[in-house]
């Protein structure tokens, strides 16, 4: 398992790339609202199994793409179930 995590204005979002037992990489995301710098008060959008979990040949690609969605659900404000964030 691979982690990145990045601070993007009031977030913060935390990416894996999680090792398949087909081989390769499959990319998870979770987003939190940040609380006077603690991240660990509220979740605003996760997916353990971005792509319909598709696999990454190397675990930086699966950990760009879950950057990426985590940026996009920020940007959408589309929170789980489409709730805004």
Partial sequence: MNFQQL???DFRIYAVAFDSAQGGYVA?????RLRNG???QQVVFSDEFL???HRF????DALNYALTV???AIG???GPGGARI
């Fill in 7 to 9: 601070d993007a204005g």
């Fill in 38 to 40: 603690n991240a660990a």
């Fill in 76 to 78: 959408s404000g589309a």
């Fill in 51 to 53: 792509s319909g979990g």
């Fill in 57 to 60: 040949d190397v675990p930086a």
């Fill in 28 to 32: 998870g995301v979770e987003v939190r």
């Fill in 70 to 72: 985590g940026r996009q």
